[in-house]
């Protein structure tokens, strides 16, 4: 059995009184069964440290349901929205097109109304 006095850090062994010999504040008794040292701790953390607990019950580590669907549902998200920029910069690519057909055919039909009007009034 050993007394300790958290006051002025006296450790007695076997002693009867309840108090401090040297402050009178109250000793804590402890009991050697209970005293656990810093190489005791030391070893329990070390012990622990190294395997893992065992999964809680009812916990598993694969994704949940709702976790699953919500990455389906992303994909999906994300699909459509690639096939629809694809969709777009197609058609913008057609409507250039168009626009250099369109101004080409303009072109053409300008040199075209030049040379017969020039045809017409013999200049050529
Ligand atoms: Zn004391």
Redesign the pocket.
């Known amino acids: 059995m050993k007394s300790i006095?958290f006051?002025?850090?006296?450790v007695g062994v076997g002693l009867a009184d309840t108090r401090?010999?040297?402050?009178?504040?109250p000793?804590i008794t402890n009991l050697a069964a209970a005293a656990l040292g810093t190489q005791d701790l030391e070893v329990l953390f070390a012990s622990t440290a190294k395997h893992t607990p065992p999964p809680l019950p009812g916990l598993s580590a694969e994704p949940r349901q709702a976790q699953l669907l919500m990455q389906r549902r992303r994909e999906k998200a994300l699909a459509r929205l690639e096939a629809r920029r694809a969709i777009a910069e197609a058609e913008k690519k057609r409507t250039r097109q168009l626009a250099v057909a369109s101004w080409c055919a303009a072109s053409a039909a300008v040199a075209l109304g030049l040379l017969l009007t020039l045809n017409v009034m013999g200049a050529l």
């Open positions: 006095c006051h002025c850090q006296f401090c010999p040297r402050c009178s504040y000793l």
